[in-house]
């Protein structure tokens, strides 16, 4: 599970513009043939896989490390590991055969005691890591990020060098998926052990296992290079011998940069977006991440009126958010968890989202009268005669258009003002977390196709649950699929679609669309290799000549 920020940050001057773009286009003759230039919305805040909870991290790290599995467009391939492997034991034992001819780009061979290192490193509570979390179900995880138990008791082992076997306490379904994923990586005990706190912050604290190395590169650099790791055990695959990432803060500056061509990828965003629809290069990618209203009931009570909540929801208008004020392939969103991500096991057809439509679309269609009949009913319910909001947002020009538009929408609500209040994206972030808010407009996006995803984030002790919606029903249901119905999936299906009728139904989170974002991609780069994981496989990219 994934953080995304919701829109790259604030615009660069026009000064600015003119020193990237240039007085003129540049010819394709200077176009660089083993470069991929490629936009990112924002630096890479580390390179410290226990520590990374974004995804311009993550996909810098994805890019430079590698754990046991690789995403091969929608397929689980073998990355580290030799094989994807199938648990034993009831579900509850992993064993890992690693590959020996993996090596760190000092040349250090990648074992099993590295994964076992990094992993221990992660769970450990005075690493604090936010992704210590996900480990849980691994034996003992919980109780030692609890600092209950010893970290050397995490249920994971190094056989000999080249066999890992993972411990689990209860199955758990998507546990080969969450393998792909950045956090359960391995890491060389040199470096973390050399640079301490530093580990991560620049390329001179790092040592590369992945199919690339960054170079000169420090975290607030606003750009970056990654070049191939000639040490990497599928070297051979890896095409493309250079990667140079841009840090972009505006869609029209992305375009400007396009058209000069000095970057082959970017996106956009709101006019540009629109302006670009139907010309050559431009695509949508649908994403698997949502964007929705967190409400804080913890800081003001009257948000635990459902009432009030699903006003607040029908009151917005949806496709005009989507299509008027984004314009950037976004879709409307039912439901908090992503559409087009799982289907039920029984059929492999039914979109998980279809499964709780019909609890979804009561709730979040446009119904303004239906919406201001709720809320009277809820000022009542709760004593209040009118309500005085502060929605928070980012503080991108997009943001800013969207929290306006929402703004006009619920101010149609009798008795209800809301104030903006957009600030920087680290701002929001830490805000959020630390309760901070009225209201916040954010984004989770899934690391794997499985609706857990999203359904965890909002049991009464999720890590990232900032509104504070409890339902003990619905967290039941939650624990229910990732426990006593873990190896049955047909009763685990049912267990997660009764929970999202329940969080459709109470609007414990209001859910406004689903990302697809917008992007310029020249014809040069071909097999952008994009995973469920929400993050790109770079050994697959080819350059055309």
């Known amino acids: 599970m994934r953080l995304q920020k919701l829109i790259a940050v604030s615009s660069l001057t026009l000064v600015s513009i003119f020193t990237l773009v240039g007085c003129g286009s540049t010819s394709q003759s200077q176009t660089p043939t083993d470069t991929a230039r490629i936009m990112s919305k924002d630096v890479v805040s580390t390179a410290d896989s226990s520590m990374a909870t974004d995804i311009v991290s993550a996909q810098a790290i994805t ?8 995403y091969q467009g929608k397929k689980l391939e073998p990355a580290i590991a030799t094989k994807v492997v199938q648990p034993t034991n ?6 890992f055969p690693l590959r020996k001819n993996a090596k760190w780009s000092n040349g250090d061979p990648v074992t099993a005691q590295n994964f076992v290192f990094a992993w221990r490193r992660t769970v450990d509570p005075k690493t604090k890591s936010q992704y210590a979390y996900i480990y849980e179900g691994i034996a003992n995880a919980k109780a030692i990020t609890e600092g ?11 056989l000999n060098n080249y066999k890992l076997q993972v411990t689990l306490e209860k199955p758990i379904p998507y546990f080969n998926e969450l393998m792909a994923a950045d956090f359960f990586f391995p890491q060389n005990p040199k470096a973390v052990q050399k640079w301490g706190k530093k580990y991560g912050t620049s390329s001179k604290t790092l040592i590369f296992n992945g199919p690339y190395k960054m170079v000169n590169w420090s975290s607030a650099d606003n750009s970056w290079t990654q070049v191939k790791n000639n040490r990497y055990w599928n070297a051979k695959d890896v095409k493309v011998p250079k990667l140079k990432y841009q840090v972009v803060k505006d869609a029209s500056t992305a375009l400007n940069l396009y058209q000069a061509n000095k970057l082959d990828r970017v996106e956009l965003s709101g006019d540009t977006s629109k302006q670009m629809k139907g010309s050559k290069g431009y695509g949508v990618l649908k994403q698997n991440s949502t964007v929705y209203l967190e409400l804080n009931q913890k800081k003001l009570a009257f948000f635990k009126n459902q009432k009030l909540r699903q006003a607040m929801s029908l009151a917005i208008n949806r496709q005009q958010l989507t299509k008027k004020v984004l314009g950037n392939g976004t879709s409307v969103a039912n439901s908090v968890t992503a559409s087009n991500m799982a289907f039920n096991p029984d059929n492999k057809q039914q979109d998980f989202t279809d499964a709780t439509k019909k609890t979804g679309l009561a709730n979040t269609k446009y119904d303004l009268a239906q919406a201001k009949e709720l809320w009277q009913q809820g000022l009542a319910e709760t004593g209040q005669k009118k309500i005085k909001l502060s929605l928070l947002g980012d503080d991108t020009d997009i943001a800013k258009q969207q929290s306006e538009f929402l703004q006009s929408q619920l101010e149609k609500l009798p008795g209800l003002k809301v104030e903006l209040n957009n ?15 009225d209201v916040v407009v954010t984004m989770w996006n899934a690391d794997f196709p499985d609706p857990i995803n999203f359904l965890t984030l909002f049991t009464t002790t999720g890590s990232y649950n900032s509104g504070k919606w409890s339902n003990s029903q619905y967290d039941a249901l939650v624990n229910q699929s990732l426990s006593q119905d873990a190896n049955n999936s047909s009763a685990r299906w049912q ?6 009728d329940i969080l459709n139904e109470q609007q414990g989170v209001i859910p406004l669309y689903q990302n697809g974002q917008a992007f310029m991609t020249h014809s040069r780069l071909q097999n952008l290799d994009y995973g469920p994981d929400s993050l790109y496989n770079m050994v697959s990219l080819r350059i055309k000549k």
Not at 90 to 95: M, Q, S
Not at 495 to 500: I, T
């Open 148 to 158: 209950k138990k010893p970290v050397n008791s995490l249920g994971i082992k190094a």
């Open 423 to 437: 600030v920087p994206y680290k701002s929001r972030l830490s805000r959020s977390v630390s309760g901070d808010f």
């Open 495 to 500: 267990d997660m679609v009764a929970a999202q």
């Open 90 to 95: 009831n579900g509850l034992t992993y064993t």
């Open 63 to 70: 890019n430079t490390m590698e754990g046991l599995y690789r």
